[in-house]
Nanobody
Framework: QVQLVESGGGLVQAGGSLRLSCAAS????????VGWFRQAPGKEREFVTA????????YYADSVKGRFTISRDNLKNTVYLQMNSLKPEDTAVYYC???????????????WGQGTQVTVSS
């Protein structure tokens, strides 16, 4: 079992920055990738970004490329999402999740955090 806890969400003005954290605990040794997803009101959950442990490969959705940066701190078992130049469209509940297999297939993310709210005001 892997436990994931997100933190760092809040209210920020458009153009501002926010850093989210995803702390992992439990049996994390088999984790292949950690991803961030978000879900806005009335919309389906969508992929935002992901990072792999081996090789530290990163992947980004086109909507956040150039603005968001995912990183990891293996010593702390924590994944971060640095969000810059935030837009009102980024408002959503952000979830981190751990995959044992692939990066882009949502169904492969078998462990999920509780989510943290990010609200971007104009």
């Amino acid at each position: 079992q892997v436990q994931l806890v997100e933190s760092g969400g809040g209210l920020v003005q458009a153009g501002g920055s926010l850093r989210l954290s995803c702390a992992a605990s439990g049996r994390t040794g088999s984790t292949y990738a950690v991803g961030w997803f978000r879900q806005a009101p009335g919309k389906e959950r969508e992929f935002v970004t992901a990072i792999t442990w081996s090789g530290s490969s990163t992947y980004y959705a086109d909507s956040v490329k150039g603005r968001f940066t995912i990183s990891r701190d293996n010593l702390k078992n924590t994944v971060y999402l640095q969000m810059n130049s935030l837009k009102p469209e980024d408002t959503a509940v952000y979830y981190c999740a751990a995959s044992l297999t692939f990066v882009f297939r949502e169904n492969d993310y078998v462990y999920w955090g509780q989510g943290t709210q990010v609200t971007v005001s104009s």
